[in-house]
């Protein structure tokens, strides 16, 4: 018997499977125009919402390079006070030197490491930022594996450091600088993620993690505080030239940080859980659209694999000249 012409309750199949073929290409066809939306045609945050020119600060983690670092500039030129928080006390210097010539913002330089857990070091921290009034927080810090490494093989300091400094000084930060944007009724905190968050990510297992937590927990939080007034963003962020991809040349794919940085502050506080930057958020919606998840798996572990053979490749190269 044909099976399209198969009545199922007095459907006739071949008219279901039309109906489930439409839907489907009526979703796809709407995520995309959301796609569209959201990358190009919507109009750039207001920053004077979250106190742009108004003497609210802005406090910007792992702010001594790349990503961070861009934040920490833009902000400054789109009005907002900054706390720079890194551990080179030198670069923050040099950045901050580079704000106040530009003119307008005050700046603290606070040399910080993000992997201390003891309490006289983070009450120092809040001692800081106590008198400041923070609106603004960029949990932008992170640590990476060296190169992509077999879990079981990985350096335990190593894991340590990821685990408490992507996850553990997130949380810990917020929490001391949230209760103040609620009690304002007013701020962003603006979560810097990954696709290795999105796509679970073999010899790079503890970053992946930390990274998918920082998703989770962001949009739980965004949910909990959007009544609030106070504005929890998290940032899905693919290859960007930093000295952490390696990468020394931008690329379509992977910008320098100031384009990359240019289209988070263009969406601030737009939605709890985006992808801002255009060819990353193409990027997410094929992936989310037609690729099966294990697929992605698969395929990042073998692009890993293959870094990781060159990384090998290159340090026997290294040790063979020395
Ligand atoms: N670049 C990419 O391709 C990419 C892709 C996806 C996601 N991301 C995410 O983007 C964010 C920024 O990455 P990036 O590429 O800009 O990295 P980066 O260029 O390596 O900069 C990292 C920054 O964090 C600081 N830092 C590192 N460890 C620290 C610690 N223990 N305590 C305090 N500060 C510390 C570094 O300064 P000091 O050394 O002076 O402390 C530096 O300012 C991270 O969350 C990363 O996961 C990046």
Known sequence: MDLLSLRLGGFNLATLAVAVGAFHLARVAFSFLILLRNTYLRPATNLAKFGAGKGAWAVVTGASDGIGKEFALQLARAKFNVVILARTKSKLDTLAAEIKAAGGSEVVVHPFDFSATDQPTWSALAAVLAPLNVSVL??????????PTPFAEEDPALLDSIVTVNVGAQVRLTRMLLPGMVAARRGL???????AGLVPSAYLAAYSGAKAFLRTWSRSLA?????KGVRVQHVNTHFVATAMSKL????WL???????VRSVIASAGANADGTPYPSHAIITWVLNTFVPEGAAIAKSRDMHLDIRRRALRKMAREAKRE
């Not at 960029?138 to 190169?147: D, S």
């Not at 020394?248 to 690329?251: D, E, F, M, Q, V």
């Not at 992977?254 to 990359?260: C, E, G, I």
Request: hydrophobic fraction near 45%.
């Open 223 to 227: 949910e909990e505080v959007a009544p």
């Open 254 to 260: 992977a910008p320098t940080p100031k384009a990359y």
């Open 138 to 147: 960029i949990n932008n810090v992170a640590v990476n594996h060296a190169f």
């Open 189 to 195: 905190v603006i979560n810097v993620g990954s696709i």
């Open 248 to 251: 020394r040349k931008a690329t």
